[in-house]
């Protein structure tokens, strides 16, 4: 598999009851799944804010081998508990960043997958944090509580905190990454993710990290 360079270059057009098929650059588009979302160009707007993107309609997920991680994503902010966070103080574990927002209908199908994920991974040493975006604070906390979200989140209304994914920056929502322990991106899941589909996936680059 080779490295994307960018997510697609076209922003896809899409309406309730019409289904459209979006290739992730040539050999991304793999029976792993279809996306279709609503969005604009990598998920940004003309001004550069990722304030346009939209549910994601399907789901695609995909691994990275060790030679083809480029990317080290930066990300800090506030989350909904009032804490600090930034990911490169989580370098040397493999963390699970889930992007999401409590108005998004496939984010609260995959949330129960997630919360499942978080616990049973846990004991491999890898960590969770959300990325909560175009939401009201209140609406996001009543979201984690009824769906038992133990892991912190950044709190993030106008999606800036996502620019720090700089070309891999989300066109749809949710999608989840999954950061190797050096903080590279090793996976990426696009729409809802299922725990059965995505614990092999977190699972290996665990084992990457004890075999290193």
């Known amino acids: 598999m080779n490295t994307p360079a960018t997510w697609p270059r076209r922003a896809v ?9 979006t ?10 799944g279809t996306l279709t979302a609503c969005g604009s160009l990598q998920g940004q707007d003309k001004n550069g804010d990722a304030t346009a993107l939209g549910a994601a ?5 995909h691994y990275l081998k060790p030679t083809e991680r480029t990317l080290t994503p930066t990300l800090t902010g506030t989350t909904l508990n009032g804490n600090e966070a930034d990911i490169t103080r989580m370098r040397g574990s493999v963390v699970v960043i889930n992007v999401w927002g409590s108005w998004c209908a496939p984010c609260r199908k995959e949330a129960p997958e997630l919360v499942r994920l978080a616990k049973d991974t846990g004991v491999l040493g890898v960590r969770f944090l959300g990325v909560d975006i175009r939401d ?11 769906y038992g979200i133990g892991y912190p989140s950044i709190f993030d209304p106008d999606s800036r905190v996502l620019l720090g994914f700089k070309q891999l ?7 989840t990454y ?7 991106v090793a996976a990426y899941s696009i729409g809802p993710l299922t725990y059965r589909g995505f614990l092999p996936i977190i699972e290996g680059i665990a084992a990457e990290k004890q075999q290193s």
């Open 178 to 184: 999954v950061l190797d322990g050096t903080g590279k």
């Open 13 to 21: 057009p899409c309406a309730e009851g019409t289904s459209r098929r």
């Open 57 to 61: 309609k399907g789901s695609s997920s």
């Open 23 to 32: 290739a992730l650059t040539g050999v991304l588009a793999l029976a792993a």
């Open 136 to 146: 009201s604070k209140s609406a996001a906390v009543a979201f984690e509580r009824n």
């Open 169 to 175: 920056a989300p066109r749809a929502v949710p999608t």
